[in-house]
């Protein structure tokens, strides 16, 4: 994993009114929202409608990341096809990657799914681990720490406000976590097929059992051998759900759930992919009662 910058700015980044912070993705941003309060003007890259590694480039990013103090990305290689070029184009030497405001939120984050072997033949690798913790209930409270801290380094004259906001906002994000860990009993031990390879975290929260994905490799397309042998194992395994999110072609899940006897889900991948889903916090509860009304009545097995 790439080093956690602890970031010294200059005078004008230090002593502005607000900070200006960009987010590569909502879920950060309604994160940095919470933690900066008035001290901070956060804006957002990605709608959380999208699939995040494929973000489109728009020029209207360009005057965002140009004047951005702050880029709160994911980490991990989430964004490494879309963002770093656009931050070159944008011309602020403070947020490129590597330099003082370009903030990896994974620092500190139970980091999972690491490759055993680097091969461009496995499709699209993330060397440092899976990128996908945002939908993991419990990855919220390093983020918003690692936010804070970054906030009281860049603004020391806030530094109370942002540690009260954080401390205010992780003891949600514990109450969150006992409501889901209650209401998300009957999840534990059920058995799954993914579409992409991005319910590692989500799946490690509930004890849920990743069975198969639909994705031979990440971001590859599955040839109908692939998924004849995927149906077999599924069965064999008695997977209860294929899950999805919006963001991903919903014919090939449903045909799978179909081919197997069990329910297709879809969940949401980030803030903003539902209209109901304005928060992180949001984002968690919704997740889990799509799932719970996926498998109501499902027979559970062994």
């Not at 200059?10 to 900070?19: D, I, K, P, V, Y």
């Not at 906001?165 to 009993?185: T, V």
């Not at 759900?241 to 899940?253: G, K, T």
């Not at 197997?260 to 109901?276: H, L």
Request: glycine share 8%; net charge positive.
């Amino acid at each position: 994993m790439k080093a956690f910058i602890m970031v010294l700015f200059t005078a004008t980044a230090l002593f502005s009114e607000r900070l200006q912070v960009v987010a590569s993705m909502p879920d950060l941003a309604d994160i940095a929202a919470k933690i900066g309060g008035d001290a901070v003007n956060v804006i957002t890259l990605a709608t959380g409608k999208e699939d995040l590694h494929s973000v489109p480039a728009r020029p209207a990013f360009l005057p965002k990341l140009n004047k951005a103090d702050l880029l709160l990305t994911l980490g991990l290689d989430a964004e490494h096809a879309w963002l770093p070029a656009l931050v070159k184009e944008a011309r602020n030497s403070r947020i490129c990657e590597g330099g003082p405001g370009w903030i990896d939120c994974s620092h500190g984050i139970e980091i999972l799914g690491i490759p055993q072997k680097l091969d461009r033949s496995e499709g699209e690798q993330h060397p440092d681990g899976n990128p996908h913790y945002n939908i993991g209930p419990q990855c919220g409270e390093i983020i918003a720490i690692n936010i804070q801290k970054v906030f009281a380094n860049a603004l020391p004259s806030k530094a109370e406000l942002f540690e009260k906001n954080k401390n205010d906002y992780c003891l949600k994000i514990k109450e969150l976590i006992s409501e889901l860990r209650e209401k998300g009993k009957s999840l534990n031990g059920i058995k799954i097929v993914e579409y992409h390879p991005d319910l590692i975290y989500l799946s490690h929260f509930y004890g849920m059992k990743i069975v198969g994905t639909i994705e031979p490799k990440a971001g590859i397309s599955p040839s109908a051998a692939h998924l004849k042998k995927l149906q077999k194992q599924a069965k064999e395994s008695k997977v209860v759900a294929v899950i999805y999110n919006q963001s991903q072609n919903r014919r090939l899940p449903e045909k799978m759930a179909n081919s197997i006897g069990c329910k297709p889900i879809q969940i949401a991948n980030a803030v903003g992919a539902k209209k109901e889903i304005s928060s992180w916090i949001d984002l968690q509860k919704y997740n889990l009662r799509k799932l719970l009304e996926g498998i109501a009545g499902v027979q559970m097995y062994e």
